[in-house]
Structure formats: C-alpha cells, structure tokens
C-alpha cells in the first residue's frame, strides 16, 4: 500500500501583515494540511492490494492445450492408489540455499548431448539444496505450466482467509471458449456456478484451460505475477500473452508448492494431493515407470503446445525428495532428450 499526501502552501502577498494576523494565517493553514494528510492515509489503509489488480489478459493467445501429444511418447502412467493415499509432508521451513554441483550437471550435459538446442533443464534437491541446470534462464512459451502460479495464488489466498474452496464463481461466455475438450469433467453447482476446489482440481489434474483462465481473472494476472516475484522467479509471467517461463522458474515455483513455502499444513497438502492425481504422466513420470510401479511418488504439471513441451515434478526419492524442471521445444528430439536426463537424474541423486 502506498499513500502519497503533499501540500504546497504559497505565501506571497502584496499587503504587508502585522505579527498577529500572520501567526494566525499560519495556524489555519497547519490545522488545514494536517487534516487533508490524515484523510489520505486513512483512504490509503483501506485499501488492499488485490484490489490495485492490473488489467487481467483477456483471452490467452495462442490457447493453451488439452495436452494432446502430436510427438511420440510412452504411454500414459495413471496415478496410483499407494500415491493418492500417502499423507503429504509437513511443510519445510528454512530452505537450504542451492547449492551448484557440477557432478551433478556433467551428468545433465552428458544425457542431453548435441540435443542441447532442444531443452532446458533445472533440477534441485530439496534437503541440501544440490542443484544443476542447462539453459535454466532460456525462454519459453510455458503452456499449461502457467496453471500452476494460479495454483500457488489460490492456496496463498486460501492461507490468509480470503478464499474457501467451497467458495464459487461463474464461467464466463469468454472463458468458457477457452476449452479444449475437457469441460466435460467440470462439476457445476444447480446455479450454474463452480465451486473453487473443483476449478482448481479440473485445472491441475486434467489441465482444463476454462477453469485455468477463470481463476487467473478473479484474481487478476497482476496480482499472480507480483506473488511470483515475492517467490524470487524473475522470467514467470501470465499477465502476458507469450506466458515466459524458464525451467529455473519453474523449478522454483514446483519447490514452493512442494514444501508449502508461505502456506499451511492443508494448503501443501491439497496441492500436493492434487499433482500426484495428475491425469497426463508420459513426461517424468512415465521415463521412471519403473520406478512408478514400485512405489515411487511423482506429483507433476505438463505444459504441451506446438513448439512446446515441457512438465515439471516433484519426486520422493528416498534420498530426498527433489524438483525438476524440464523444457523443450516441441521437438522429437527434445523430447526423446527428456526420457534421457530423467532417469540419468534419478540415479545421480539416488546415490
């Protein structure tokens, strides 16, 4: 909040004044300012800062996707019961500070090869911080990884008692158009309204775009991308309609989500429920399918559209559990690229 009151008082005059009638110009002219200063600062507290909304993107341009693949990829690995019914984590207070490992990279180098045109990559280790990244700053159109910064807004929201789930709103006519064919799992109220929760569960766990858009609208675009900022992601935005993003933004925002940074116990644990019930797992998950099968959990975000494909995951390795943020240009060799950092990955934090 921000309360600007500045008064000039000009003096000048033509007749001169005797000592009396001056000090009670001067008088007057206190009493007058110091009011005008009390009514600005007390119109400035009552203001919020949700309330200075920048002007919320109409449309997304280009839409965002349903996450059909065009490129070939392994086939879809469902969430299983053991990862919906594990109990979420407490939160993680006092991060460790990352900590640049070149072991770590040279294995990240060495999956990617000559494909580094194609990809990005970011990873971080939760517990100690270990962390590596090719190309981590380079830009990209994120696709429906956008949708979690609006995950993260939501749950703030619901943090600091300014939301419930239960809490409901309207698509809009507009919103409504940005569907790509998942509208259909969409639970609405008898009025015609949506509860929260059920945006956000439509939005993350089949990437539906209209509940995406009519979230990042009631809080406005704005806002998101001030609470991304205050997070240390300096590239995220969704109040543009390229939507940048970079792995290392991306890999940041996943490791706040992951360890409910700013959040609650129910907060993190609704987030981390709803990533680990994500419908679309032929990105990270499906390259430790084997893993996957034996336990392993993995909570991620895919972000598909021509000239993009990305996810971004959680992973609960017995080591300790980590972030990873993987880009790539839509290309069959990005692609390919990212079923080969992955499991290269897993096994170098593993040891």
Not at 174 to 193: H, I, N, Q, V
Not at 318 to 324: D, E, F, M, P, R
Request: glycine fraction near 8%; include cysteine; aromatic fraction near 6%.
């Amino acid at each position: 909040m921000r309360a600007a009151a500045q008064q000039t008082a000009h003096r000048h005059s033509r007749e001169r004044r005797s000592r009396p009638e001056w000090a009670v110009v001067a008088f007057v002219s206190l009493v007058a300012a110091t009011a005008y200063l009390c009514l600005s600062i007390s119109q400035a507290i009552g203001s919020h800062y949700s309330e200075e909304t920048s002007p919320a993107i109409a449309a997304l341009a280009p839409r965002d996707e349903a996450d059909s693949e065009q490129v070939p990829a392994p086939p879809t690995v469902e969430a299983s019961a053991a990862e919906l019914a594990a109990p979420a984590p407490r939160p993680i207070r006092g991060l460790a500070p990352a900590v640049g490992d070149p072991a770590l990279l040279a294995v990240i180098q060495g999956a990617i090869g000559k494909d580094s045109d194609h990809i990005a990559v970011s990873v971080r280790r939760i517990s100690d911080g270990r962390s590596a990244a090719v190309n981590g700053d380079y830009q990209f159109y994120a696709a429906s990884t956008f949708k979690l910064a609006v995950l993260y807004e939501a749950e703030l929201r619901h943090f600091l008692g300014e939301l419930e789930y239960s809490d409901r709103l309207f698509i809009t006519d507009e919103d409504a158009a940005e569907d790509l064919g998942t509208s259909g799992r969409l639970e609405f109220e008898p009025d015609g309204s949506i509860t929260i929760g059920h945006l956000l569960e439509a939005m993350i766990t089949v990437s539906d775009n209209s509940s995406a858009v009519t979230l990042m609208h009631a809080f406005g675009a704005g806002n998101i991308d001030q609470t991304l900022r205050l997070l240390g992601l300096s590239t995220m935005t969704v109040n543009q309609v390229e939507l940048w993003t970079t792995a290392d933004d991306l890999a940041r925002l996943m490791q706040a989500i992951y360890v409910g940074e700013g959040l609650g116990i129910r907060e993190r644990a609704h987030m981390r429920d709803l990533l680990l019930a994500q419908t679309i797992r032929n990105g990270i998950p499906g390259a430790l399918l084997g893993e996957v099968d034996s336990g392993l959990l993995i909570g991620n975000k895919t972000g598909t559209w021509p000239g993009a494909q990305h996810d971004v995951a959680f992973v609960e390795a017995q080591s300790g559990a980590y972030v990873i943020a993987i880009l790539t240009d839509g290309s069959y060799e990005g692609w390919l690229a990212l079923h080969r950092v992955v499991p290269e990955v897993h096994a170098a934090l593993s040891d």
